[in-house]
Structures are given as C-alpha cells and as structure tokens.
C-alpha cells in the first residue's frame, strides 16, 4: 500500500494562477481531509469529505473548493491564488471519520509558493 | 479565542532524560486527545491518543496523561531517544450533533541530543 500521496510535492503559483492539488488513497478510506501548515503553527483544516460526493467546509475554506467523484481521490482546487496561500498543504484519509476517532493517515505534503 | 496552548514551543532534552509536552484546552466537550509526531518534511503521524474516560495510557516509553478537571493532557517520552527528536502536536476533538471540532496545537519541536 503506497498509503497517501500527494502530487506535485513543490510548486510555485504566480498571484492570480489557479492549480490544483492532488491526493490519492489506496487504503478504501471512507474519510479525506485537507490542511495547511504554516510555518510554526499548527494544522488547519480546509476542507473535508465523508465519502464519494460529499463536501464539506472546514476552518479556512475561503479561497479553495474541492471535489469527491471517486472514494481514492481528493483534488483541491486553488483560484485566484494569493501569497496568503503560501504554505504546506497535507491531505489526510480515516477509516472512520473524526466522530468515530479514527486515526487520519497523512500524505507527505506539497510546499507552495505564491510570489 | 485560542482553543488549544501548546507548551513549551521547543524543549531540548539529554538523551535517556524524559520530554514532558503540554497541551491545554477550552473546549470541555472535547472527547478525544490525540498528540500526533512530525518529523521535518513529512506529513504527521498519530503517536498516541487517549479518551476521556481514563486518566493514563502508556504505549511502550510514551505515555499519555490527562486531566479532565484541569482541561489538560500531556506526553511523557521516557528514555527519550535522538530518533524521537521531532516536532509534536496535540490536536484535540470534539464531534456530536453532525458537528465538530478539530483544533491543531501550535507545536513543540524536541531535540534529543547524545
């Protein structure tokens, strides 16, 4: 099992260019989850999904959108970016969502710049 | 508002000494605590979590201790190890009533030195 992967791993984004980031899963992880990591601080959570076509906001949607059209993967979409942007992304997948206190499986990151 | 106060930011300890990370919280509806390892350009890992419902969980040389009164649980390493050197987070929860609460620690970074 490869677990959680994440392409590209680095990218640098002019302001106003749009991209998106993938992750895929191959543990059948009903739960999938995106954060950011800014330098010295703690993971915030973006966005969130319970299973295929499911969404839903976490703490600092704005500024990103997703989708789930398959139970493996889970792009984030970034428009417009902004150098508030900059920043390591993780994706995260649980066998059982976070009221069920299953344990999320991370991805190795993406560093992205925004100049 | 800061829902979770991590402390202390960065802690260096001898090798075979004990790291002691705190983490404390506002949320009293929180119902599980885990606390999470990083190592530099990796994603995070669970290291070990605890549920209300008991005071203490020990996993080999972590230990997790929690104090629902005080709104406090923290991480013992014993016989702390070069190779436990890494940045640590508690990321306590909550979920109920089709919400919930995911916060994030700001972090403390261990270094184990020889």
């Known amino acids: 099992n490869a677990g959680v992967t994440q392409t590209p791993k680095f990218r640098i984004l002019k302001i106003g260019q749009s991209m998106t980031l993938q992750c895929t899963q191959d543990m059948n992880h009903n739960y999938m989850y995106w954060y950011r990591q800014d330098p010295g601080m703690g993971l915030k959570l973006i966005y969130y999904s319970v299973g295929a076509g499911i969404t839903d906001k976490g703490e600092v949607p704005n500024g990103y959108n997703v989708s789930r059209s398959t139970t493996e993967d889970f792009p984030l979409r970034l428009e417009l970016a902004a150098p508030s942007q900059t920043s390591v992304y993780f994706c995260?997948?649980?066998?059982?969502?976070?009221?069920?206190?299953?344990?999320?499986?991370f991805g190795p990151g993406t560093r992205l710049t925004v100049l | 508002q800061q829902q979770v106060k991590q402390s202390p930011q960065s802690l260096i300890v001898q090798k075979g000494g004990i790291s002691i990370i705190n983490c404390a919280y506002e949320n009293t509806a929180f119902d599980y605590f885990p606390w999470y390892q990083q190592f530099p350009g990796k994603g995070p890992a669970l290291l070990i979590a605890?549920?209300?419902?008991?005071s203490e969980k020990k996993e080999g040389r972590f230990t997790i201790s929690f104090n629902k009164s005080a709104k406090q649980f923290s991480l013992h390493i014993m016989d702390s190890q070069p190779g436990d050197s890494a940045t640590y987070f508690c990321a306590p929860f909550y979920s109920g009533a089709g919400s919930y609460q995911l916060t994030f620690g700001k972090g403390t970074k261990l270094s184990v030195i020889p």
């Open positions: 995260a997948s649980s066998a059982s969502g976070l009221a069920g206190g299953g344990e999320q499986f």
């Open positions: 605890i549920r209300p419902d008991v």
